[in-house]
T-cell receptor
Framework: AQTVTQSQPEMSVQEAETVTLSCTYD???????LFWYKQPPSRQMILVIR??????QNATENRFSVNFQKAAKSFSLKISDSQLGDAAMYFC????????????????FGTGTRLTIIP | ETGVTQTPRHLVMGMTNKKSLKCEQH?????MYWYKQSAKKPLELMFV???????ENNSVPSRFSPECPNSSHLFLHLHTLQPEDSALYLC?????????????FGQGTRLTVV
């Protein structure tokens, strides 16, 4: 079974600065997907960024980028130029690649990191 | 707006009550999910429905009873709950024909059992 670990329950960063949220995972699979979801106070889970394990290039989405280290099973999220609207819970998630039966399409989540932005 | 709507947003119920949570998606997805989110714990997958049929039940107590009458609606019927069932219940949906499909989540129902 896959596991996802987020070792930082809380993080804070000054507005306009850069912050990195860490995530490690454990799997025996070679192909999979990794995601970062953001959960603001509105409680909706919003997809921030996605990484395919078979791609060596790190995914980037505007101010959000990841550092994907497949051998180390590490998937950190970097937020540049932090904004007040970035304050939220951030969840790292894992999804298996192969759909042998439909039940494999579920996500495995970490416990989350609460990010606070200091004005 | 993610296209997944959950009602009610908040629910307080006694241990002897019977209530239902509703989830609706208009994304044309074929799969829907119920998750439980408790403080300081990973999101727990409860149920998975594909094309209106339950394909997974992660050892959830029988006091939680899901129902998927069509591909757009998902219910979670609650009865004789315990205080430890208090949590945020999230509904999600996704496509079923790709290994790269993201799950879209609703805003959740904050359930308090008293």
């Amino acid at each position: 079974a896959q596991t996802v670990t987020q070792s930082q329950p809380e993080m804070s960063v000054q507005e306009a600065e850069t912050v990195t949220l860490s995530c490690t995972y454990d799997t025996s699979e070679s192909d999979y997907y990794l995601f970062w979801y953001k959960q603001p106070p509105s409680r909706q889970m919003i997809l921030v960024i996605r990484q395919e394990a078979y791609k060596q290039q790190n995914a980037t989405e505007n101010r959000f980028s990841v550092n994907f280290q497949k051998a180390a099973k590490s998937f950190s999220l970097k937020i540049s130029d932090s904004q007040l609207g970035d304050a939220a819970m951030y969840f790292c998630a894992y999804r298996t690649f192969f759909i042998s039966n439909f039940g494999n399409e579920k996500l495995t989540f970490g416990t989350g990191t609460r990010l606070t932005i200091i004005p | 707006e993610t296209g997944v709507t959950q009602t009610p947003r908040h629910l307080v119920m006694g241990m002897t009550n019977k209530k239902s949570l509703k989830c609706e998606q208009h994304l044309g997805h074929n799969a829907m999910y119920w998750y439980k989110q408790s403080a300081k714990k990973p999101l727990e997958l409860m149920f998975v429905y594909s094309l209106e049929e339950r394909v997974e039940n992660n050892s959830v107590p029988s006091r939680f009873s899901p129902e998927c009458p069509n591909s757009s609606h998902l219910f979670l019927h609650l009865h004789t709950l315990q205080p430890e069932d208090s949590a945020l219940y999230l509904c999600a949906s996704s496509q079923d024909d790709s290994g790269a499909t993201e799950a879209f989540f609703g805003q959740g129902t904050r359930l308090t059992v008293v």
